[in-house]
């Protein structure tokens, strides 16, 4: 079974850093990798998606790699801002499917303080 | 443009009592429907997924159902809620032709004491 873990659980950094995500997962056999970013109380919402024969995806100032064979991803944020702060989570589809079956990890929480 | 409703927002309930969380999707047909649990300080965990009318697979045995009697209607049921029913339940979309997006609505945060 796919396992997802992600490092740090939390993370608190002053306003205009730069800072990376860690994302790993156990089965590299995979279809795609989102990142999701879920504010508190609320649902998620998808940030950057990467196919399995990609290696990175960027919107803005977020950058999201792939290293599919070392089972890593990371999300990389450039001059973080306090609209920033949520909780990200990476999730993993494997192939075969007819409907998204991610497994999720339990998110790292990104606190970026004015 | 697609827009997914669930509702409650958040909900408290006595162990025993009954449970039904309902979860419309609007713009867009034939959707393939999913409800998730997150547990505090945990992944989110797929609980059912539906491809079609009436068509429910459940990816974790557990004390609830789900059921889908119209195409874009999905609803999540408890006879009896357990205390370890607790939690904040997602409803999520996804295309079928392509089913890599999800969707999510805005949760419901579910207290059973």
């Known amino acids: 079974k796919q396992e997802v873990t992600q490092i740090p659980a939390a993370l608190s950094v002053p306003e205009g850093e730069n800072l990376v995500l860690n994302c790993s997962f156990t089965?590299?056999?995979?279809?795609?990798l989102q990142w999701f970013r879920q504010d508190p109380g609320k649902g998620l919402t998808s940030l950057l998606l990467i196919q399995s024969s990609q290696r990175e995806q960027t919107s803005g100032r977020l950058n999201a790699s792939l290293d599919k064979s070392s089972g890593r991803s990371t999300l990389y944020i450039a001059a973080s801002q306090p609209g920033d702060s949520a909780t990200y989570l990476c999730a993993v589809s494997p192939s075969g499917y007819n409907f998204n079956k991610f497994y999720f990890g339990s998110g790292t929480k990104l606190n970026v303080k004015p | 443009s697609q827009t997914i409703h669930q509702w409650p927002a958040t909900l408290v309930q006595p162990v025993g009592s009954p449970l039904s969380l309902e979860c419309t999707v609007e713009?867009?047909?034939?959707?393939?429907l999913y409800w998730y649990r997150q547990a505090a300080g945990r992944g989110l965990q797929l609980l059912f997924y539906s491809v079609g009318i009436g068509q429910i697979s459940s990816e974790v045995p557990q004390n609830l159902s789900a059921s889908r009697p119209q195409d874009r209607q999905f609803i999540l049921s408890s006879k009896k809620l357990l205390l370890s029913d607790s939690g904040f339940y997602l409803c999520?979309?996804?295309?079928?032709?392509?089913?890599?997006?999800?969707?999510f609505g805005s949760g419901t945060q579910l207290s059973v004491l």
């Open positions: 713009g867009t047909s034939n959707p393939n």
């Open positions: 089965d590299s056999a995979i279809y795609n």
């Open positions: 999520a979309w996804s295309w079928q032709a392509d089913n890599e997006k999800l969707f």
